[in-house]
């Protein structure tokens, strides 16, 4: 029986990653043109939404952009250098926390981080960064012990846990699940889990109505698309709002501090690319939207 508690297959999400390292590869994000160059992003971007490439090329790489850096913003808040990123996908942001003298382990199904691997790897070889800090490893979220296996790369060192891009497509159970194994982690290490998963559907219905009802009927084709190729249902998986997604995390035993998606104080290389008459709403949707750490309370 394929329940949602049952359910392994979750590689169907995985040519996902590649849409988002294309939507990066706009950006000044250091490294992500050449990752995306070496996937073939843009390929698998156009057979995955087909003509929505275009109407959400304007709109996308501002979107992703801000959502790769508000995480790293939230990192930075933390204090903490040591990273555990959760289904990375193809996710530059080894190299970054590596170059700054952290270690970085990125973890993703095992054909996805295979592939992300060895393209990372090239990367670091290449720009002389230090590889024995950075590592790509095999563990799906769900299993309790491939995260272990992943986390005790660290050593004991104090570490914080980031994902960006997956909760959407875990249903509640999935989500609950997921937490509870990211929970028993941070715990023996005091550590946070930043992420604006659980709350990125605000934002992504506040952009869809930015152009009006055109806007909604622009996203609708690329969402059915996905929903259709990966068989998650994201709409159906989403909270209805901030206030349950919340909940459900409290209830779980975590602590939530947010802070402002954008203030201003990293660079948003692609704004651009949205028509000057949006650039404001833009902002001040992103601005208003929040980026959470969450902290298991003992
Ligand atoms: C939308 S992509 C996001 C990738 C990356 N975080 C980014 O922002 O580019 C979703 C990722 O989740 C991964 N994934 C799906 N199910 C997973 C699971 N159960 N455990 C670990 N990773 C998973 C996929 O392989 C894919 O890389």
Redesign the pocket.
């Known amino acids: 029986m394929n329940t949602a508690t049952t359910r392994n297959d ?1 590689n169907r ?2 040519p ?2 590649k849409i ?2 294309y939507w990066r590869s706009f950006s000044s994000i250091p490294y992500s043109k050449e990752i995306a160059e070496a996937v073939a992003a843009e390929e698998t971007a156009r057979k995955l939404i087909g003509d929505s490439i275009v109407t959400r090329g304007t709109i996308s790489p501002p979107m992703f952009e801000a959502r790769y850096k508000t995480i790293n913003a939230g990192l930075e808040l933390t204090g903490i250098e040591n990273v555990m990123e ?6 530059p942001r080894g190299l970054e926390i590596v170059s700054k003298g952290g270690t970085y382990i990125g ?3 095992p054909e ?1 981080s295979a592939e992300s691997s060895r393209i990372i790897m090239e990367i670091a070889v290449r720009e002389n960064i230090p590889v024995n800090n950075l590592h790509v490893q095999p ?4 299993n309790p012990e491939e995260m272990e296996n992943a986390a005790a790369i660290f050593g004991g060192m104090k570490f914080a846990i980031c ?4 909760l959407p ?1 875990l249903s509640k159970d999935e989500k609950a699940r997921m937490a509870g194994n990211v929970r028993s982690l941070l715990l023996r290490v005091d550590g946070s889990w930043i992420t604006m998963d659980p709350v990125f559907k605000v934002l992504r219905e506040a952009i869809a109505t930015m152009f009006g009802e055109k806007g909604r009927e622009a996203i609708r084709p690329a969402l059915n698309k996905i929903i259709d190729q990966t068989g998650r249902d994201i709409l159906a998986n989403d909270f209805e709002d901030k206030s349950q997604a919340a909940k459900f995390y409290q209830d779980l035993g975590f602590e939530i501090e947010e802070f402002p998606m954008y203030d201003g104080s990293y660079e948003l290389s692609t704004i651009s690319m949205i028509p000057e008459s949006g650039r404001r709403k833009f902002l001040d949707i992103i601005s208003n939207a929040k980026t959470w750490i969450m902290t298991p309370k003992p």
């Open positions: 979750h999400i995985s996902t990653a988002t390292a959760l289904a990375c996908g193809l996710s973890t993703d199904l996805m563990a799906n979220v769900l994902n960006e891009g997956l497509y």
